[in-house]
């Protein structure tokens, strides 16, 4: 049997790194970028190019866009709303959750279905072991379209509000750019007397691979909302956290983040949870 054909809207790192690997598995791709030229090298390597945005919609049943944000998506497809009933669009777009569910709403306004993803890797690894991506919008779309998202990378799909893929993506994203900070913060304390990055690099891995080992009983106890403290309480916690702040000031380095984390463990400390294991964080930052 052939492989259905899709069309690709967006031909930035990801969008072209998409291309590659679907032309691989044998899919027919149309693609359009608002930037002709950024189309020419996967043209050359068997792409179709779409003359315009309708006929981008016309060639095949499936869209995936692949865009800066969603205010893209209807600068795009705003100029050709006529095309886009019976069209299943697939935004791999990033942006806000409420963005996300307006664009399902103006996509069924116009006849067509989204379906919204989040890709978890860079261009480099698209398509390659370990890529996952995260979908949410209708399970019998998704279900549809699963054997050609598999080719992009591990295809998860986590449930059928809009946004749900979104904020898992978001969710990670949160970790990853937040822990880096914390690393380069660490590193810059560091350096303030004298060590190099790559001294500190092997503490600052085991550490990141350490950091999983905690989150098996993490998510038991903030799931189940009991938070014993019998391991690493919020007051030694928060002690730690005081240690960090001052050190960063005596360093003249930034302490921006180092505030933000001792700011929530005084506040689990002023609302009686001192005790508590640092789980109970959680309910602080829910409730700010
Ligand atoms: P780029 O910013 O390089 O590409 C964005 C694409 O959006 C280009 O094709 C660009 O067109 C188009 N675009 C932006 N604004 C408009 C507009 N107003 N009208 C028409 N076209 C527009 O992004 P990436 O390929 O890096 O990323 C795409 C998406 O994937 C983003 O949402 C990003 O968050 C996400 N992502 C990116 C990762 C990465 O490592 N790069 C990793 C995981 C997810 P033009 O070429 O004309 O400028």
């Known amino acids: 049997m052939s492989k259905i054909g899709v ?15 679907l032309l691989g ?18 043209v050359a390597e068997g792409a179709t190019r779409a003359a315009d945005v309708a006929d981008a919609l016309a060639a095949n049943g499936v ?35 409420a963005r996300t569910r307006e664009a ?18 860079p261009a480099v690894l698209v398509g390659e072991e370990g890529a996952y991506v995260f979908y949410s919008g209708s399970r019998e779309v998704f279900d549809r379209y699963e054997p050609m998202l598999r080719v992009i990378g591990r295809p998860d799909y986590v449930g059928d509000d809009y946004a749900l893929a979104q904020l898992y ?8 750019l937040t822990s880096l900070s914390a690393y380069m913060h660490a590193t810059a304390l560091l350096n303030s007397v004298g060590v190099s990055a790559e001294s500190f690099r092997p503490y600052a891995e085991d550490n990141f691979s350490m950091m999983s080992m905690y989150l098996p009983e993490a998510a038991k106890q903030i799931d189940a909302g009991e938070h014993p403290g019998d391991g690493a309480s919020v007051v030694m916690m928060g002690a730690t956290a005081d240690h960090i702040l001052g050190a960063s000031e005596e360093a003249g380095i930034d302490t921006g983040l180092p505030k933000a984390v001792k700011a929530h463990y005084d506040r689990a400390i002023e609302s009686g ?7 109970s964080l959680i309910e602080r930052i829910r409730k700010p």
């Not at 069309?7 to 690997?21: D, E, F, I, S, Y």
């Not at 598995?25 to 996967?42: C, E, I, L, Q």
């Not at 949870?273 to 789980?279: K, P, Q």
């Open 25 to 42: 598995a044998g899919h027919a791709v149309t693609v359009w970028n608002r930037t002709a030229s950024r189309a020419d090298a996967v």
């Open 63 to 97: 869209v995936i866009l692949s865009l800066t944000d969603y205010q893209a998506m209807y600068d795009i497809l705003g100029t050709a709303t006529d095309g886009l009933a019976g069209k299943v669009v697939v935004n791999l777009s990033s942006d806000t959750p």
């Open 7 to 21: 069309t690709l809207v967006g031909l930035g790192p990801m969008g072209q790194a998409m291309v590659r690997k």
């Open 273 to 279: 949870h001192g005790a508590d294991s640092w789980t």
């Open 104 to 121: 399902a709403q103006w996509l069924a306004g116009h006849g067509a279905e989204l379906l919204t993803g989040g890709v978890m890797v």
């Open 169 to 176: 993506y978001q969710a990670q994203l949160d970790i990853f």
